[in-house]
């Protein structure tokens, strides 16, 4: 049994025109930038229970942060490197940082957490939403 090949659709200049301007929106200057900083905010993320010195009193706090932190960083890392699958994952930044926000209150079982440990977290998850809302907008704008 034989399937016809549609193979011509792929080839069409058209095609490889969208998709090397795709490429190069998504892997401009500002897209670069964008990245970078949101590698940044998922480090600190992942470290803030060692730097803001809460790992020993908030265990559960401090997991959260750590899995969410690399999970930031580690889609930060792979948005440059397959950027036209990896930007349309970029609005899930946005809820990644809502949660980072939330966190504090949420998953600590005596909802009792010093003002540092909420800073640091509503910073983080604020860098967090606005960088990926800006990365989301950009490849918006890349597959117009």
């Not at 900083?37 to 790992?55: D, Q, R, T």
Request: glycine letters at 8%.
């Amino acid at each position: 049994m034989s399937y016809p090949r549609h193979s011509a659709v792929f080839r069409a200049p058209e095609s490889t025109g969208m998709k090397a301007g795709r490429e190069a929106a998504t892997t401009s200057n500002p897209a670069a930038v964008v990245d970078g900083f949101m590698l940044l905010a998922g480090i600190y993320a992942a470290v803030s229970p060692w730097v803001i010195h809460f790992y020993r009193t908030n265990p559960n706090l401090t997991a959260n942060n750590l899995i969410m932190g690399l999970g930031v960083a580690l889609l930060a890392i792979e948005t440059p490197l397959a950027p036209q699958r990896m930007h349309r994952f970029a609005w899930t930044m946005v809820p990644l940082g809502i949660w980072l926000i939330l966190s504090p209150t949420v998953v600590t079982a005596s909802h009792g957490v010093s003002p540092g440990i909420v800073w640091s977290n509503t910073c983080a998850g604020g860098a967090v939403c606005l960088l990926g809302r800006i990365a989301a907008n950009l490849a918006a704008d890349a597959s117009r």
